[in-house]
Nanobody
Framework: QVQLVESGGGLVQAGGSLRLSCAAS????????MNWFRQAPGKEREFVAA????????YYTDSVKGRFTISRDNTKNTVYLQMNSLKPEDAAVYYC??????????????????WGKGTLVTVSP
């Protein structure tokens, strides 16, 4: 079992920044790829970013490339999502999720093993 707890969400003006954190406990964190997804009201949960277990490989959805950065600190069992130049369309509940393979994000939310409960990001125009 893996427990994931997100934090760092909040209200920010367009153009601003937030850093989300996801603290993991339970099974060994350092061996699992980690992912961020988001879900806006009335929309499906969508992939945002993923990072390999070592942190050497990262993946992003096109809409956040150049603005968001995923990173991890395996000594702290934590994965981060630095979000810059936020836009109103980035507003959503952000979830972290663990997976078995780094490429699992390509198969969408259904391929994730464990989920956190999410943290809300609101972006005002």
């Amino acid at each position: 079992q893996v427990q994931l707890v997100e934090s760092g969400g909040g209200l920010v003006q367009a153009g601003g920044s937030l850093r989300l954190s996801c603290a993991a406990s339970g099974r060994t964190f350092g061996t699992n790829p980690m992912n961020w997804f988001r879900q806006a009201p009335g929309k499906e949960r969508e992939f945002v970013a993923a990072i390999s277990w070592s942190g050497s490989r990262t993946y992003y959805t096109d809409s956040v490339k150049g603005r968001f950065t995923i990173s991890r600190d395996n000594t702290k069992n934590t994965v981060y999502l630095q979000m810059n130049s936020l836009k109103p369309e980035d507003a959503a509940v952000y979830y972290c999720a663990s997976s078995h393979y780094s490429s699992d994000y390509e198969r969408g939310a259904g391929a994730m093993d464990y989920w956190g409960k999410g943290t809300l990001v609101t972006v005002s125009p």
